[in-house]
C-alpha cells in the first residue's frame, strides 16, 4: 500500500441534527456539573473529529479494509486516508460556528452556555443504585444542527468503501459521545454533499484545488444527494419496534415540581429551526434510561426462568451477575469480577409535543402513618401525569447482533413483549396504576406479538 499512488479524493460534507441529546465530554466539570460538554472558542457545543473518527474506526472493526482506510499501528507507517473535520455547530440555516464569531445572537448564546443537565445514579452489580452515586451532566439540546466533513484519500477501487463509510453515517444507529446506550447521541442526516476528484484528470483536479473548505462558503461545488429515511434495516442489529398505547395515564418524573404540583413530568426544551434562527419548544420526555432499567430487570427475571435458576436454591443471578443482563446491557469494570462491556442495546429517548402529550392531570395523595395506618399530618402532596393524545408511543429497540445463547435472545425478547401485554409498567408510580401499556411487537419489520390479536 505504501507504493500506490492516490489517483482520487472523495469528500462528503454532511448536516446532521440531533436526534436525541448530545453529550461529548470534555473531561471538565463545574460547581453546579458533574461533567460539562466539548465547545469551541465561541463557547458553543462541537463534536471534535477524533470522536467522528474512533465512532466510524469502530463500527469497521474486522472489516477487510478498515485498517487500509484507518491505518494501522501494527505497520509502519501505515496512517489513516480519512480525513474527518469537527463537527461545528449551526446558528442557523446557513451560518455556521466556525472561527472566530464578532456577533452570536444573545438567546442562542445564553441558551447554549447555559444547557440543562440530566441527573443519573451509579448502578451496582445488583443492580440497585450505589450509595453517594448521583451525578449528573450537561446535554446539548435535541435538535441543534451541526456540520463536518470526510475526505478519503484513495484510487477508483475506493468507489466501494467510501461509500460503506457513507452508509455508516446514514445508518439509524450512529451515535456519537457518551451514554448511547442511554437514549443519547443519535444523529440524522438531513442532507449532505459529496464528489469525487479524479486528479488524473485536468478539469477535476482544478476543481479540487478550487475547493473551498471553510462551512460558510456558499459557493460549495459538491453535488447534492437526496437523503433517504434513515430508518432502513441495519444488518449489525436487530429492530425491534414496539407500538403502545397507555392503559390511562403514565409518568417519566422530572424529580421535583412547579408552581401546581410537588412532581412533574420531565420537560425539555428542543431546539428549532426557522425563519434561518433558532427557536425553543418545551416537550415531554420520555428518558430511555427510565425504560432500559424495567427492561434489565425482566431480562434477568426471563433469563433466570428459562436456565431453570431460582434464588431459594441458590442459583439465581441478578443484575451483572446475570448473564444475559452483563452480554445486552453491559457492566463496568471490577462489578463482581467482571471485565469492563459496552451494552449491546440501543434505545432512543422520546420526545413529544403539548399536542402529542397533555401533563395537566394532578393527583393528591396524602402519606400513610405505616404504624396507625392514618394520615400523616401535613404530608399532603399532589403529582402530575402525562395523558396520550396521539393514538400510541412507537420507539425502537436496537439489540447489537452477536454470539448470543439462545437464551438471551429469548430473554429480551420475552421481556418486550411482556411490555406489550400489560405486563411491564414503565416510568414511575407503577403501584399507583400508572405506566400500564399494551400493543404490538415487531422483529426487523416482522410482527410477533399484537396484544388486540392474543388468542
Not at 37 to 44: A, K, P, S, W
Not at 284 to 300: D, E, F, N, Y
Amino acid at each position: 500500500m505504501s507504493n500506490t499512488i492516490f489517483t482520487h479524493r472523495f469528500i462528503a460534507r454532511f448536516v446532521v441534527e440531533a436526534d436525541t441529546p448530545l453529550f461529548v465530554g470534555s473531561g471538565n466539570h463545574s460547581l453546579l456539573k458533574d461533567a460539562l460538554v466539548q465547545t469551541d472558542i465561541n463557547g458553543l457545543p462541537m463534536i471534535p473529529g477524533t470522536s467522528l473518527a474512533g465512532v466510524l474506526r469502530h463500527s469497521f472493526t474486522g472489516s477487510d479494509f478498515a485498517n487500509s482506510i484507518f491505518g494501522d499501528s501494527a505497520a509502519k507507517g501505515a496512517g489513516s486516508r480519512l480525513k474527518v473535520s469537527a463537527a461545528y455547530m449551526m446558528l442557523s440555516d446557513t451560518k455556521v460556528s466556525e472561527g472566530i464569531l464578532e456577533k452570536v445572537s444573545e438567546t442562542t448564546l445564553s441558551k447554549y452556555t447555559h444547557l440543562p443537565s440530566r441527573q443519573h445514579v451509579r448502578i451496582n452489580e445488583k443492580g440497585t443504585a450505589e450509595k453517594n452515586g448521583l451525578f449528573d451532566n450537561e446535554v446539548v439540546y435535541k435538535g441543534t444542527r451541526f456540520v463536518f466533513e470526510l475526505e478519503l484519500k484513495g484510487t477508483a477501487s475506493d468507489t466501494e468503501n467510501w461509500q460503506a463509510i457513507i452508509n455508516q453515517v446514514l445508518s439509524p444507529t450512529f451515535r456519537i459521545g457518551s451514554g448511547t446506550r442511554n437514549g443519547y447521541g443519535s444523529l440524522k442526516v438531513l442532507r449532505y454533499f459529496e464528489k469525487a476528484f479524479d486528479l488524473t484528470d485536468e478539469k477535476s483536479f482544478k476543481e479540487y484545488l478550487a475547493f473551498e473548505p471553510s462551512f460558510n462558503d456558499n459557493t460549495l461545488k459538491l453535488n447534492t444527494i437526496p437523503v433517504e429515511s434513515n430508518t432502513a434495516e441495519n444488518s449489525n442489529f436487530t429492530t425491534f419496534t414496539l407500538n403502545l398505547k397507555p392503559d390511562l395515564f403514565f409518568v417519566f418524573s422530572e424529580g421535583f415540581g412547579d408552581d401546581e404540583a410537588d412532581n412533574k413530568p420531565l420537560t425539555e426544551d428542543v431546539a428549532i429551526y426557522a425563519d434561518n434562527r433558532i427557536s425553543f419548544e418545551k416537550q415531554t420526555v420520555l428518558p430511555a434510561s427510565s425504560i432500559k432499567g424495567a427492561i434489565s430487570h425482566r431480562v434477568a427475571f426471563h433469563y433466570n426462568k428459562l436456565k431453570k435458576q431460582f434464588s431459594d436454591e441458590g442459583n439465581g443471578t441478578i443484575g451483572t451477575q446475570n448473564e444475559a443482563v452483563f452480554e445486552l446491557l453491559g457492566a463496568e469494570g471490577g462489578n463482581n469480577n467482571r471485565e469492563a462491556k459496552a451494552g449491546n442495546i440501543f434505545i432512543n429517548d422520546l420526545y413529544y409535543t403539548e399536542k402529542q402529550i397533555n401533563n395537566n392531570k394532578i393527583f393528591n395523595h396524602v402519606a400513610i402513618d405505616r404504624f396507625t395506618g392514618g394520615a400523616m399530618d401535613g404530608a399532603l402532596f399532589s403529582e402530575k401525569v402525562s395523558n396520550l393524545l396521539e393514538e400510541s408511543i412507537r420507539f425502537s429497540v436496537f439489540v447489537k447482533n452477536a454470539n448470543y445463547n439462545e437464551w438471551v435472545i429469548k430473554s429480551i425478547e420475552e421481556t418486550l413483549t411482556d411490555i406489550c401485554k400489560g405486563l411491564l409498567p414503565l416510568g414511575g408510580m407503577t403501584t399507583k396504576g400508572h405506566g400500564m401499556f399494551t400493543g404490538s411487537l415487531s422483529e426487523n419489520g416482522k410482527e410477533i406479538f399484537n396484544y388486540t390479536q392474543k388468542s
